[in-house]
């Protein structure tokens, strides 16, 4: 049956789902009339605004970020601003993309949204100037209220629909300061998490809507040979067995029917080429990557590093590995999709990538873009995860046009931990030319692995079979270190699982590999490993005082109680220079970590204690996959498919402290949701290998 | 047909005497608070109260709790000591656990309300947190045990 809506009960639906997705105490919903300003801005009558933001919220809290600049831009208090993500258009998009990801939330939408803010506040101002026969400049906002000096004119509400009929200026003056920047406000979306409140894609209804759970096949992908679906049809409650290109779906009216009706499921796989591949498999095929004797492309070759190699009193050479790992997002891949009776399609979906999924959605749907509403919920975590759900999304399409209802469609953890698009297993070979003295004459990286991007923008091919990936040499091609001679190459290595960008991408594993092997070097040569970075950083004012800030935060060199040692890495990436110290014990040979101290320098702090969490998360998630993380690959599929066997790190591994050191250093603004992560491994590593003199060359830390 | 008690209210449902109370809870009685993550017990995000003591809902089959009452987030009221030190602290990033956390915090300190460090570790090791906001749950819960004293 499909809900014949009528006009006023599809608004009715719509409009309860939207206060729902909302996520905010109803006294800060805009009333009614709300008045466009910009397309990021609408004002109601009532002073509330309506921000527009053009990213997800999905706990890295740019809504509360957005929020506040656009409060302390506009004049109003922080609580009448409510945030929801826009739906996808031009003004929201960032080099053609709407998308939240690589830690631009803040420092690429700073100044569109100050500056869309200084808009509503001159239109506002011209109409109250023209209505009350007063020069504009002597007005301003405050606590959203007009003002001319100490006089209230009015609140903002009364002038918004006046206002918005008013031209836009293109280019507003911002105000001098900033009054909210870099302060610590509570965040907008907290309360109705901490209250429980429907927030999330998995948690809303809709009149009819039924449930699909996925039953999927091997990441390595292809079509189910077989699918017996007698048992599942005698679920109560299964409405339909949907088959799908890697799998099936089954479609109940509530969804303990469907996990049930999915469990029941026979499926077979044919046995493909890839039915044998596992993870030692792939290792070996980075090995010999590593090895390949043609030339490899490589971004650095600074000096001579035969020359200097020849020239060394000793040689040292590492190999180092890490594996595939998982986003694992709290929340499940899950969405809903609504075809209309008017031949519209509504979809609501946590994702990460507005446009991307459009694109899945018109493919899958065959209608064009402007005919499909999509909703952007809160999103149960994401960390790169929610950029590509461009097969899930597909599928759910597939079941909603099968059943002829509107769909609520899930994937199992099994399927969200099983489907793939990990952050790449590499490898490195790094060799380390000393003179005499220990110093430093030059360094070799081979780094071999997959190449995320060429799987991410599978069909499209940017990078040629063989060829370069930035990701791949991420944090390495770039590095601010001076080695002497440097030369850095990249074997692609390929294998038939996905890899996509994973918290800090391609920073994570070449922050471990060279901080990790630094401190080998430091060892070799008898050198304190903050001496050693900071002869390597002498040249650069900015890079020094991160090290030197985070040293005398952590008290590096004071003397610490028995069996503890402290790890330093330094990794810089998205705009950001990050340092991290590590203080360790070992007990019964399981690492413990005491403390985290964290420098970071990402140019000027907008939200601060937002930014906080930031560095806190991101700490915690480089720990967790130093010690536990790895996707094992076995019989050309996923093995652990559920926290069973995918171990986060759960409570009593998180450090007792983390300590956070800003440095404004005034350049130009950075990331903070991802630069935080990659120095945790390597600074945790270190501080083990000063433990116990050796060295950890593969994570994670913690044998399966 | 089950009978259960859900927050102080005397329910009825009709549902399968093994159908886990996550799914009571969310499909049959549209409280949302308690959150699939992984449907074996080992993620925490469905955690309610079952006559105070922490479960996960989603292994729990509602048969096993006819006769005894459940308290779900919603359950808590928005004014519970750990709900306003959770926000104090600024704890969610994401949220999904969050509902899981604090009723697996209010089982805690029901049972010893004064928990130390390590208590209070062991009794959280059963909830995770993928955007890793360990440490401001480890202090929420220390501000609620100072502040119900």
């Known amino acids: 049956m499909s809900p014949a809506l009528t006009r006023r009960g599809f608004v009715a639906a719509s409009g309860s789902l939207l206060v729902a997705l909302a996520a905010r105490p109803a006294s800060a919903a805009p009333g009614a009339g709300a008045a466009p300003l910009t397309a990021f801005l609408e004002v109601a009558t009532d002073g509330r605004v309506k921000l527009w933001s053009p990213t997800t919220e999905m706990g890295q809290g740019t809504h509360t970020a957005h929020a506040l600049l656009v409060a302390g831009e506009l004049g109003v208090p922080l609580s009448a601003v409510a945030v929801e993500t826009a739906r996808p258009a031009a003004p929201f998009r960032r080099n053609g993309q709407m998308s939240s990801g690589g830690s631009w939330g803040v420092r690429a939408w700073e100044g569109p949204l100050r500056t869309a803010a200084a808009q509503a506040r001159a239109m506002l101002l011209a109409e109250a100037a023209a209505r009350h026969g007063l020069d504009p400049a002597a007005l301003d906002i405050a606590e959203g209220e007009v003002r001319d000096g100490a006089r209230v004119l009015g609140g903002i509400g009364a002038y918004a629909a006046g206002a918005a009929a008013r031209p836009v200026p293109a280019e507003p003056a911002l105000r001098a300061r900033h009054p909210l920047a870099g302060t610590a406000v509570p965040r907008v979306d907290i309360p109705a998490k901490v209250r429980g409140e429907p927030v999330f894609c998995s948690d809303l209804s809709l009149p009819g809507l039924v449930h699909a759970w996925a039953r999927l096949g091997p990441v390595t992908g292809g079509a189910p040979a077989r699918i017996d679906d007698r048992a599942t049809r005698a679920v109560p409650g299964v409405i339909d067995v949907v088959r799908l290109p890697t799998g099936a779906a089954v479609v109940a009216t509530g969804n303990w029917a469907a996990i049930r009706g999915a469990e029941a499921l026979a499926l077979d796989f044919p046995e493909g080429p890839d039915a044998r591949l596992d993870s030692a498999a792939i290792s070996a095929g980075m090995t010999a990557a590593l090895g390949r004797a043609e030339a490899a492309p490589a971004p650095r070759a600074d000096g001579d590093f035969a020359a200097a190699e020849a020239a060394a009193a000793r040689v040292i050479e590492a190999e180092y590995e890490v594996p595939y790992l998982a986003h694992a997002p709290m929340e499940p891949w899950n969405c809903i999709v609504r075809f209309d009776a008017d031949g519209g399609l509504e979809v609501w979906a946590p994702t990460q990538a507005q446009d991307r999924l459009m694109g899945a959605i018109t493919a899958a749907s065959g209608l064009p873009a402007e005919k499909v509403r999509l909703h952007t919920t809160q999103l149960g975590g994401g960390f790169g995860r929610r950029l590509r759900d461009m097969e899930g999304m597909r599928d759910a399409i597939l079941v909603a046009r099968a059943v002829n209802r509107p769909v609520h469609f899930h994937w199992p953890r099994e399927e969200e931990l099983g489907q793939g698009w990990f952050r790449p297993a590499q490898k490195a070979r790094l060799k380390a030319a000393l003179g005499s003295s220990g110093q430093l004459l030059g360094l070799a990286i081979r780094t071999a692995g997959p190449s995320m991007v060429m799987d991410f923008a599978a069909p499209a091919t940017p990078i040629r079979e063989g060829g370069l990936d930035g990701t791949s040499v991420q944090s390495l091609a770039d590095t601010r270190y001076r080695f002497g001679a440097y030369r850095l190459d990249y074997a692609m290595a390929r294998f038939p699982v996905p890899t996509a960008p994973w918290r800090a991408v391609g920073a994570t594993q070449n922050g471990y590999f060279l901080e990790c092997f630094l401190d080998e070097v430091a060892m070799a040569a008898g050198i304190d490993p903050l001496a050693l970075r900071r002869t390597l950083l002498a040249h650069d004012a900015r890079a020094l005082r991160v090290l030197d800030t985070v040293a005398e935060a952590a008290g590096w060199g004071t003397p610490l109680p028995a069996g503890r040692a402290r790890g330093i890495a330094y990794v810089e990436s998205y705009g950001s220079l990050c340092a991290e110290v590590v203080e360790a014990s070992l007990a019964d040979g399981r690492p413990r970590v005491h403390r985290v101290t964290v420098a970071l320098d990402c140019g000027r702090v907008i939200s601060r204690d937002g930014a906080r969490a930031q560095v806190e998360g991101g700490v915690v998630q480089g720990l967790s996959a130093a010690l536990g993380e790895a996707v094992e690959i076995r019989g050309g599929a996923v093995a652990n498919r559920n926290f069973d066997g995918y171990r986060l790190l759960r409570m009593p591994d998180a450090p007792a402290r983390i300590d956070v050191q800003f440095i404004e250093s005034g350049e130009t603004i950075g990331g903070v949701g991802e630069p935080p992560l990659p120095p945790a491994a390597p600074a945790l590593v270190n501080a083990l290998f000063a433990l116990t003199g050796r060295p950890i060359r593969r994570l994670p830390i913690l044998a399966a | ?149």
Do not use: F
């Not at chain 2, 859900?6 to 308690?34: I, T």
């Not at chain 2, 080992?42 to 109260?49: D, E, K, N, P, R």
């Not at chain 2, 519970?80 to 604090?102: E, N, R, S, T």
């Open chain 2, 1 to 149: 047909m089950a009978r259960l008690s859900v927050n102080g209210r005397q329910r009825e449902v009709e549902a399968a005497p093994d159908m886990p109370l996550l799914w009571v809870l969310r499909d049959l009685l549209d409280l949302k608070g308690a959150r699939y993550g992984c449907g074996i017990g080992q993620c925490g995000a469905c955690t309610v109260l079952v006559d105070g003591g922490a479960v996960r809902s989603c292994i729990t089959p509602v048969e096993t709790v006819a006769g005894r009452e459940v308290t779900t987030i919603e359950g808590l009221g928005g004014d519970h000591p750990l709900q306003k030190a959770w926000i104090a602290a600024q704890v969610p990033q994401c949220g999904y656990c969050q509902a899981g956390q604090i009723l697996q915090a209010a089982a805690l300190l029901a049972e010893t309300p004064k928990p130390t460090d390590a208590e209070i570790d062991a009794a959280m090791a059963g909830n995770l947190c993928r955007c890793g906001t360990y440490l401001r749950i480890r202090a929420a819960i220390r501000a609620a045990a100072g502040s119900a004293a």
